[in-house]
């Protein structure tokens, strides 16, 4: 038994951060440093680099293009990219839609679209979630009727992020009507620009626009955009979401968080001291970071049980819960840190092209926003609670 | 990176749990506990002969030469049954202290006794003003002829009823200097006084009036103990950490079944969605726990570092945390017969609460650690 990575994987991990020394932007991690809002050609910058590496498509197996990584260099690379800034690659093509058309699709469809995700070419979106289908997402009542060689689309999606720069769409939508819930549901692409689709942003409670309402009205789909069987999308659908949810406890991301509440506190001062020197405040660091520790350990006793490519199961649902709360919890401190100067809303410092002066710190604007918005990690992927009924089920069968 | 545990380990930890599982019932625990020593004199003589005393001692001294995995196995197993043997004093916490700071002759002299079961030590650290802090010690030691007069008090020294050595920390007169004196109990001028803990261990307070102990019987240099009780203190922590995951999974398991089988509404309450989250959380807890517990057996003996010393706090805060919420909610869960003595998942929640006593509890384990924290 022990804890210490491999020679080959801690060789790895200098590589990885060789690389993202030598070939990050600067500005760009600057931008994800302070919590400032990316701009669509943002990400694409971050994708090109990572695609000319051949490291953007980190979960695909070689033959298709992918670096056929261990889920131990998975996590290592993941965790590098958050601590030096790089921003957040975008899931829904290259690591949500991707594995579905892999597992389920066919041969024509596998050759078209993956290349075009590799490429930066097709940016997908989600249509999942509907006003009626949160949690309960198989009450989803968008409807496709087959019409000749198409499918007709009606109904609406929603909370599709990131949704205003997509050109394609993956949809659960109800192949049959009169079948049990689970049963008459279908997995389907679309072509965001297809008649009849429309898009309208949600801005949530920090201003932003990172979400969207995408209505259905007679979109006709072609029929060969079928994902699998038809009325098995169901399948398609919780085979997305183990992915969705493996390495959703965010080690590396809220890692980076703590760096930046550290730097902060020890930036702000109070009585002339820096804050990280008070000690309750001090102290209630420490506990985050204590509890961090623990779900990182947490998470690299998954990675070694399912290092010989097995599935995370029930226990993925644990550190969804425990990974979401230690983010919020430090996102809750970050913007106690910061005190009154927490309060000014100044939407313009977070903008993506924002080079002026700011108001107060360059690391003030943003924490009171991005602690509302993180509010978001127990709602989405499957709501914490959703998460302890699949505890409660699944592994302790109640 | 590597979880599993090898052959020999996974052997260790069968012959524990067999052992333990065939002599310690919870019905069998409540006669030890009402017996004189207050623990099974003949599981002790069991785990001797089975060569679980000698785990933790080094294999120059007649021991295994276990390791912090080797000591988690077996703690798991004690702390799962409750056992009220002072393992974890004795072997785990005495012995380390007697090999970090013994000389060759003390260590000789001492630990192969120690491994074969025949001599129990245990550890007087704490003081009534110490609080889990030992350096902060009244209890002062006189040079005098050839040797030295121990002159103070010592509080909840865990199996010292029963040693037949206690390690008595002092501070050497007129300096700050911590030192370890080998003492006798038997000794003219030490008084015992002993008493159950509320979680079933025996332990006692000693009155130390002019003791005399020999210069033969001072453990390393006079003075420099500290760093050693701080390093050894940490292996016991990470050992007691697995103890307490033993007794979270029991409380955990027995709490599960309850849920399964106690019907009202006419229902069993487990098909209520607050009870289940609860339970999820539970695990939760339970999970961050064991994986603490890993993690302090896989550091605790590595050498002395400020890394080191931040882990093992980590570990202890997290294990504390978990170990009063399962305590609580396991009660809670069960209703009123979780309240009983004669059940035993109400002396699991008693022993992982009053676990947190020793060696620190969460609070001073987040101060530990929020001291030593690295700043950006």
């Known amino acids: 038994?022990?804890?210490?990575?491999?020679?080959?994987?801690?060789?790895?991990?200098?590589?990885?951060?060789?690389?993202?020394?030598?070939?990050?932007?600067?500005?760009?991690?600057?931008?994800?440093?302070?919590?400032?809002?990316?701009?669509?050609?943002?990400?694409?910058?971050?994708?090109?680099?990572?695609?000319?590496?051949?490291?953007?498509?980190?979960?695909?197996?070689?033959?298709?293009?992918?670096?056929?990584?261990?889920?131990?260099?998975?996590?290592?690379?993941?965790?590098?990219?958050?601590?030096?800034?790089?921003?957040?690659?975008?899931?829904?093509?290259?690591?949500?839609?991707?594995?579905?058309?892999?597992?389920?699709?066919?041969?024509?469809q596998k050759e078209y679209y993956l290349p075009r995700i590799l490429s930066g070419e097709d940016w997908w979106c989600q249509g999942y979630s509907e006003p009626g289908a949160g949690s309960d997402l198989a009450g989803l009542k968008t409807r496709?009727?087959?019409?000749?060689?198409?499918?007709?689309?009606?109904?609406?999606?929603?909370?599709?992020?990131?949704?205003?720069?997509?050109?394609?769409?993956?949809?659960?939508?109800?192949?049959?009507?009169?079948?049990?819930?689970?049963?008459?549901?279908?997995?389907?692409?679309?072509?965001m620009d297809s008649p009849g689709i429309t898009v309208r942003p949600i801005i949530t409670l920090d201003g932003e626009h990172e979400v969207n309402e995408v209505f259905f009205d007679n979109v006709r789909v072609p029929a060969e955009n079928?994902?699998?069987?038809?009325?098995?999308?169901?399948?398609?659908?919780?085979?997305?979401?183990?992915?969705?949810?493996?390495?959703?406890?965010?080690?590396?991301?809220?890692?980076?968080?703590?760096?930046?509440?550290?730097?902060?506190?020890?930036?702000?001062t109070v009585h002339g001291k820096p804050l990280i020197n008070d000690p309750m405040f001090r102290a209630r660091i420490a506990e985050v970071e204590m509890r961090l520790m623990a779900v990182e350990m947490s998470t690299l006793r998954i990675l070694a049980a399912t290092r010989g490519g097995g599935v995370p199961g029930a226990e993925s649902s644990l550190l969804k819960i425990q990974g979401s709360e230690i983010r919020q919890a430090i996102t809750n401190l970050m913007r106690k840190a910061l005190g009154p100067s927490a309060l000014p809303f100044l939407e313009q410092e977070l903008e993506?092209?924002?080079?002026?002066?700011p108001l107060h710190e360059d690391y003030s604007a943003a924490p009171a926003s991005q602690y509302f918005n993180m509010?978001?990690?127990?709602?989405?992927?499957?709501?914490?609670?959703?998460?302890k009924n699949i505890i409660a089920k699944m592994v302790l069968e109640l | 990176m590597d979880f599993d545990l090898n052959e020999e380990q996974q052997m260790l930890a069968d012959t524990v749990q067999r052992l333990v599982r065939n002599t310690y019932s919870f019905e069998q625990r409540e006669a030890f506990y009402q017996s004189p020593?207050?623990?099974?004199?003949?599981?002790?003589?069991?785990?001797?002969?089975?060569?679980?005393?000698?785990?933790?001692?080094?294999?120059?001294?007649?021991?295994?030469?276990?390791?912090?995995?080797?000591?988690?196995?077996?703690?798991?197993?004690?702390?799962?049954?409750?056992?009220?043997?002072?393992?974890?004093?004795?072997?785990?916490?005495?012995?380390?202290?007697?090999?970090?700071?013994?000389?060759?002759?003390?260590?000789?002299?001492?630990?192969?006794?120690?491994?074969?079961?025949?001599?129990?030590?245990?550890?007087?650290?704490?003081?009534?003003?110490?609080?889990y802090h030992p350096d902060s010690l009244a209890c002062t030691a006189m040079p005098c002829?050839?040797?030295?007069?121990?002159?103070?008090?010592?509080?909840?020294?865990?199996?010292?009823?029963?040693?037949?050595?206690?390690?008595?920390?002092?501070?050497?007169?007129?300096?700050?200097?911590?030192?370890?004196?080998?003492?006798?109990?038997?000794?003219?001028?030490?008084?015992?006084?002993?008493?159950?803990?509320?979680?079933?261990?025996?332990?006692?307070?000693?009155?130390?009036?002019?003791?005399?102990?020999?210069?033969?019987?001072?453990?390393?240099?006079?003075?420099?103990?500290?760093?050693?009780?701080?390093?050894q203190r940490g292996r016991a922590m990470a050992a007691q950490c697995a103890e307490a995951l033993g007794s979270m999974e029991e409380a955990f398991r027995l709490t599960l079944d309850y849920l399964k089988t106690r019907q009202q509404f006419g229902t069993p309450i487990g098909r209520f969605q607050s009870l289940q989250h609860r339970m999820?959380?539970?695990?939760?807890?339970?999970?961050?726990?064991?994986?603490?517990?890993?993690?302090?057996?896989?550091?605790?003996d590595d050498p002395d570092s400020d890394e080191r010393t931040r882990r093992l706090a980590a570990a202890k805060f997290v294990v504390a945390r978990a170990s009063q919420f399962i305590a609580e909610q396991s009660i809670q869960l069960h209703g009123g017969i979780g309240m009983t003595w004669e059940y035993s998942l109400a002396h699991h929640a008693k022993r992982l609460v009053m676990l947190t006593h020793q060696f620190g509890d969460d609070d001073y384990h987040q101060q530990t650690f929020a001291e030593l924290m690295s700043v950006a």
């Open chain 2, 145 to 231: 002829d050839r040797g030295w007069r121990l002159q103070g008090s010592k509080r909840v020294v865990i199996g010292g009823e029963t040693a037949g050595m206690i390690l008595v920390t002092a501070r050497i007169s007129d300096t700050d200097g911590v030192t370890v004196f080998l003492v006798d109990p038997a000794a003219d001028g030490v008084l015992v006084t002993g008493y159950p803990c509320i979680d079933g261990p025996r332990a006692c307070d000693l009155t130390l009036d002019g003791v005399y102990v020999e210069s033969d019987d001072l453990l390393g240099k006079p003075g420099k103990a500290r760093a050693a009780i701080a390093y």
């Open chain 1, 375 to 387: 509010r978001k990690l127990s709602i989405y992927g499957g709501s914490n609670e959703i998460q």
């Open chain 1, 352 to 357: 993506p092209e924002f080079e002026g002066e």
């Open chain 2, 280 to 300: 999820a959380e539970m695990r939760g807890e339970l999970e961050l726990a064991r994986s603490m517990v890993i993690l302090a057996a896989c550091v605790a």
């Open chain 1, 144 to 191: 496709a009727e087959k019409d000749g060689d198409h499918y007709v689309v009606n109904g609406q999606k929603t909370w599709t992020t990131l949704g205003q720069h997509a050109n394609k769409i993956f949809c659960l939508v109800r192949t049959d009507p009169a079948a049990k819930k689970q049963e008459g549901i279908s997995f389907l692409l679309m072509d």
């Open chain 2, 37 to 131: 020593e207050g623990y099974s004199p003949e599981f002790w003589r069991q785990l001797s002969e089975l060569g679980m005393t000698s785990v933790p001692i080094g294999a120059d001294y007649e021991g295994f030469g276990g390791g912090g995995v080797e000591n988690m196995l077996v703690m798991q197993e004690l702390g799962r049954a409750l056992c009220l043997e002072p393992y974890l004093h004795s072997q785990i916490y005495g012995a380390g202290l007697v090999e970090q700071l013994g000389s060759a002759e003390q260590r000789q002299r001492i630990l192969p006794r120690v491994a074969s079961g025949e001599l129990q030590l245990s550890v007087a650290d704490e003081e009534a003003g110490s609080h």
């Open chain 1, 1 to 108: 038994m022990n804890i210490h990575f491999t020679p080959d994987e801690q060789a790895f991990r200098e590589e990885v951060r060789a690389f993202l020394k030598q070939n990050l932007p600067a500005d760009l991690a600057e931008k994800v440093r302070l919590g400032r809002r990316l701009a669509k050609t943002d990400h694409q910058r971050w994708q090109a680099i990572l695609d000319a590496q051949g490291w953007y498509a980190v979960n695909w197996p070689v033959e298709y293009g992918g670096t056929g990584w261990s889920v131990v260099q998975k996590h290592i690379f993941d965790e590098e990219c958050s601590l030096a800034g790089a921003p957040r690659v975008v899931s829904f093509g290259v690591n949500m839609v991707a594995p579905v058309i892999m597992k389920f699709g066919n041969q024509v």
């Open chain 1, 226 to 268: 079928l994902v699998g069987e038809e009325n098995k999308g169901w399948t398609c659908a919780k085979y997305l979401l183990t992915h969705e949810r493996t390495g959703q406890a965010g080690i590396g991301l809220s890692k980076a968080a703590l760096d930046q509440l550290k730097r902060i506190a020890s930036a702000e």
